[in-house]
């Protein structure tokens, strides 16, 4: 749990600093998405970072846009 | 100078070294790896890369990535919002989910862009230069990134013969870019037209690849083996979902794609409407009676020949249309740029089919990097770098395709003791070992060829090949089944010398360096006199992917050619890529005998040493 919240804290930090990045460099979309939905980034990069780094792709049609 | 371009994270890694202007060396990471399409951080084609310049990461000035990773999630974050804002005015369905989700804030990240949100932090996409940095223990200010299609211009026009040149680059998607028009002069590129998602002839053909069971990304050379067994009997259906603009771009019906925030498929119910059910992948596909099993009903047969005929002339419909599609990029281009030249960079540009009629029918002067991919933008980040950032002057062109890993004797000794082959024969010279191998092809052998550096691109091009005799009506069905495993419809390339390749051939071969027939990246047709004497390499319309041969551009594949047409009469193999199905190419003499040891190939000549799998009595 100590590690989660470790996890969660470096998390909430990039989220913070990317959010500012993108802002700075007149990415709207995403800085405005970041912002919105900070707490549910947060979640969702805290799951994924927890998660092992295996290839799980969806389709190839949908990774090759991504 | 000294430059390395990267290209990672989202299919086919590579890396490129470019030193004052010349590319030293090229590699693409699956070669290494044995993954097909690996698309994580490039070691060992970076190590490679060092290795072979004599350098180490220290020495190099800077480390170039291929796209703008922020500016690619930031279409990401636009796309799903468009879709969602679509969805939400389509339907009552959707105005009462966008009204529970406004009402309760549940579900305010929609299911695509929650999905990308976790691929990016699980990879950890978003600080790129970061990632670079740590991975090779440089500082982050060495370490940059350019635009994913000006990489692809670069890799186009810097690696190009000419000095002026349109440039055309077509792709699915990069950051918001699906296609580029621009003009390149000297050292420098200018952007002229833009195409921006959901306007995208890549993912066009990739939703029609997916439509007709094959696997985006992999899948598109089978759209094109298939579209010769069809005739473009929807073409008009096809046809409307594209509009062709004035000023060189065109849009694309988006009823019938999803191309903004796929979750699954790339196509809708009104595609499915207009095109009917999708083809099973590893369906049956058989366009004679006598291409199936005799055991099978009357029934079955037919049912499986009016699919294949529908499916295969669906194939036929969309190839055209991209065709049409190219032409009109290519034209504009050349008319904006006023030249003849036209550099093609971006997956559409592999077209093979597209780009021998931009040769023939265009009658332009054409140039198309080996690796048109996004591997291929390894070499293109380093080039758009070194002149657009660092002001070099122009580059060295391209002047091989052999930028991979070389074969190494030592290897070659140590892999055959090892491998308990022991029917081995070395010849003394090139021009022995030509006229020995020559001799076991004309004797119906199937041969695993390996020389020298191996080939940028996915095309094998007499450095990692699999050959045999083109002549011989029996090879295709021979080496489909004996050792590519591959499905029967495809067809297979022939290398031809240079001088002989209009005899058998319905084009002029420009010899000039860079032709694209040197990188068997142009379908032409084989004449009609010559169809019955060259059968193996005949595809089902009569044409074949011509890759030309020359003293220069490959003297031992060259030498046997000839070798082979002195016993003969024609200058010309069979040749495929030397992997199994679903493998990358052979790289390194062990994958080499790896691959030959479980193929029915019938001897492995690696260097001058020939090994074969038949028990010598």
């Known amino acids: ?40 980034v947060i979640e969702i990069a805290v799951r994924a970072r927890l998660e092992p780094k295996k290839r799980d792709l969806p389709s190839p049609f949908v990774y090759s846009m991504q | 100078m000294r430059v390395l371009g990267l290209s990672f994270g989202f299919h086919d890694s590579a890396a490129a070294l470019l030193i004052d202007g010349r590319i030293v060396a090229a590699g693409q990471e699956e070669r290494f790896t044995r993954i097909k399409h690996d698309a994580d951080f490039p070691r060992r084609a970076i190590e490679f890369c060092l290795k072979k310049a004599g350098i180490a990461i220290t020495d190099v000035d800077r480390v170039v990535y291929y796209e703008n990773a922020l500016k690619k999630f930031d279409r990401i974050v636009w796309a799903s919002n468009v879709r969602e804002q679509q969805k939400s005015n ?104 833009a195409i921006s998602l959901p306007h995208s ?104 020949l009016n699919n294949s005929r529908h ?63 996004d591997a291929g933008n390894a070499i293109g980040a380093a080039a758009s770098y070194y002149h657009r950032a660092a002001k070099r002057p122009r580059m060295q062109g391209f002047t091989s395709p052999y930028l991979g890993s070389p074969l190494d004797t030592t290897e070659v000794e140590a892999a055959v003791a090892e491998s308990g082959f022991d029917a081995v024969t070395t010849c003394s010279s090139d021009e022995e070992l030509a006229d020995h191998v020559a001799g076991l092809l004309a004797g119906g052998a199937v041969i695993g060829w390996v020389q020298g550096q191996a080939e940028w691109g996915p095309r094998a091009l007499g450095a990692r090949s699999i050959l045999a005799d083109a002549t011989n009506p029996a090879m295709k069905r021979i080496v489909n089944e004996r050792v590519k495993f591959r499905e029967l419809f495809r067809p297979f390339a022939p290398a031809v010398t240079a001088e002989a390749a209009s005899q058998y051939f319905d084009f002029e071969p420009n010899l000039a360096a860079g032709a694209p027939e040197y990188y068997m990246l142009a379908v032409h047709p084989v004449r009609a006199d010559k169809k019955s004497l060259v059968p193996a390499i005949t595809h089902a319309d009569g044409s074949a992917r011509v890759q030309i041969v020359t003293s220069d551009s490959n003297p031992t594949f060259h030498a046997l050619l000839r070798a082979f047409e002195r016993r003969k009469g024609v200058p010309m193999l069979m040749n495929t890529s030397f992997n199994l199905r679903g493998e990358p190419m052979v790289d390194s003499a062990r994958d080499a005998i790896r691959t030959f040891s479980v193929s029915g190939i019938d001897y492995l000549v690696l260097g001058r040493t020939v090994v074969s799998s038949r028990v010598e009595l």
Not at chain 2, 99 to 112: C, E, G, K
Not at chain 2, 312 to 336: N, P, R, Y
Not at chain 2, 345 to 350: E, H, P, S, W, Y
Request: net charge negative; glycine share 8%.
């Open chain 2, 90 to 193: 389509g339907g009552l369905m959707g105005r009462a989910r966008a009204l529970w989700n406004a009402a309760t804030n549940a579900n305010d990240v929609p299911p695509y862009l929650r999905s990308v949100t976790h691929s990016w932090f699980k990879w950890e996409k978003f600080d790129v230069v970061g990632r670079i940095s740590d991975e090779l223990a440089v500082p982050r200010e060495k370490v940059t990134y350019v635009d994913h299609h000006d990489s692809h211009l670069a890799a186009a026009f810097y690696t190009s013969p000419f000095d002026h040149a349109a440039i055309v680059t077509m792709d699915g998607v990069g950051e918001y870019e699906t296609a580029v028009i621009a003009v390149g002069r000297g050292s420098e590129i200018e952007r002229k037209l």
């Open chain 2, 201 to 304: 002839i890549g993912l066009f053909y990739s939703a029609f690849t997916a439509f007709l069971g094959f696997e985006v990304n992999e899948g598109e050379y089978k759209v094109m083996g298939m579209a010769a067994f069809g005739q473009p009997r929807y073409y008009d259906h096809v046809r409307k979902l594209v509009t062709l603009r004035d000023d060189g771009g065109f849009e694309i019906d988006q009823s019938c794609f999803e191309f903004l925030a796929p979750e699954t498929l790339p196509y809708t119910e009104e595609f499915l409407r207009r095109f009917g059910e999708p083809r099973e992948p590893e369906a049956d596909f058989a366009v004679q009676r006598s291409d199936l099993p005799e055991d099978l009903s009357d029934a079955q047969a037919a049912s499986i």
């Open chain 2, 311 to 373: 499916y295969a002339d669906l194939a036929a419909s969309v190839q055209l249309c991209t065709e049409e599609l190219v032409l009109h990029l290519a034209a504009k281009a050349s008319a904006i740029a006023g030249t003849r030249n036209v550099c093609l960079a971006g997956g559409v540009a592999l077209n093979s089919l597209a780009n021998g009629r931009l040769i023939r029918e265009g009658g332009y002067n054409l140039f198309v990097h080996p690796a048109a991919g």
């Open chain 1, 1 to 40: 749990m100590a590690d989660n919240a470790d996890l969660r804290l470096e998390v909430q930090k990039e989220i913070d600093r990317l959010a500012a990045e993108f802002k700075a460099r007149g990415f709207d979309n995403a800085a405005r998405y970041l912002a919105a939905n900070r707490a549910a």
